[in-house]
């Protein structure tokens, strides 16, 4: 009786203690499989609502740890809107993500594109267009673009009205209007979204030239601040356009030029995003390879096909 009461509690003692490492393990996991999830939708919209619904699961699960049924209950059901909401309003992300997951090109979406994304292409289309047609109808304008580096609100004069709102050209020519309350400022753009408008930037210590405007003037005091800054000045007496790049405008562009000059300012932070990955990179390369050919010759295997008629047949 005694050496089956010693063999029992040794028994509950290891079933404690696996118990606690399968948890363990279970936590881990569930915590590696958000950090995928959100390094591969580390440049999409639907970041934000992802992160959302990551809290709304952490929350659900320590309510049902802690045996809160009916708050337990409502949460399930907003986890449950929350997925609708993500799949319904996330269509197409969402279909070119299990296509690529399909083909076998999972690791492919943990590595940045060399590229610039559709997304960078489209909101440079809308504010180069915009910015063009400020220019010819000789409307001021003074546009930040944030790149690696955060905007401090401690340098500004004032930060300006936050709006988070999608980039368009309608909206930021109606920004800039002269009958606006927001036109004498600053818009602030970043990671694709116009933040704030209406921000007033420090000017320039530096000597300028006398026909250089108050928002030529803050351009590059602004960038002198912030060397990987970017901001675009539309003049309002010339209607010319400058872009200022470490407290330098360079004056005078055409659309065309601004646009180039975009796209590659804003791919130089990506492709320093791919060289930080280093062995990174190449080792998610050799690992997809080699499942690939690892599956394709599981699927050459002689067993792994059903047997034919002709091959009962013959073992009768």
Known sequence: MLLWGLVSSRFLLNLQSYLKLHQGIDLLLAVGLCLLLLLIIRDSRARPLIQGLIIIVVATFLVKQSGLGLVSRILDKILLVAIIVIATSFQLELRLFLEKLGRGKLFSLLIPSENLSGRTKGFIDQLVEAVKELSQNRTGALIVIET?????????????????????????????????????????????????????????????????????????????????????????????????????????????????????????????????????????????????????????????????????????
């Open 148 to 316: 690696k580096t955060p905007l401090n609100n401690r340098i500004l004069l004032q930060p300006g009205i936050t709006l988070n709102a999608d980039i368009s050209k309608e909206l930021i020519q109606t920004i800039f209007q002269k009958t606006t309350l927001l036109h004498d400022g600053a818009m602030v753009i970043k990671n694709g979204r116009i933040v704030s408008a209406g921000t007033i930037l420090p000017l320039s210590e530096r000597t300028a030239p006398s026909q250089y405007g108050t928002r030529h003037r803050a351009a590059m005091g602004i960038t002198e601040q912030i060397d990987d800054l970017l901001c675009i000045v539309v003049s309002e007496e010339t209607g010319s356009i400058s872009l200022a790049e470490k407290g330098t405008l360079n004056r005078f562009l055409t659309s065309t030029a601004l646009k180039e000059q975009l796209e590659a300012k804003l791919s130089e932070g990506n492709n320093d995003v791919i060289e930080n990955w280093g062995w990174w990179r190449k080792m998610l390369q050799w690992l997809e390879i080699n499942l690939y050919l690892q599956f394709k010759w599981l699927r050459l295997k002689p067993w792994s096909k059903l047997p034919s008629s002709e091959d009962k047949k013959h073992d009768c």
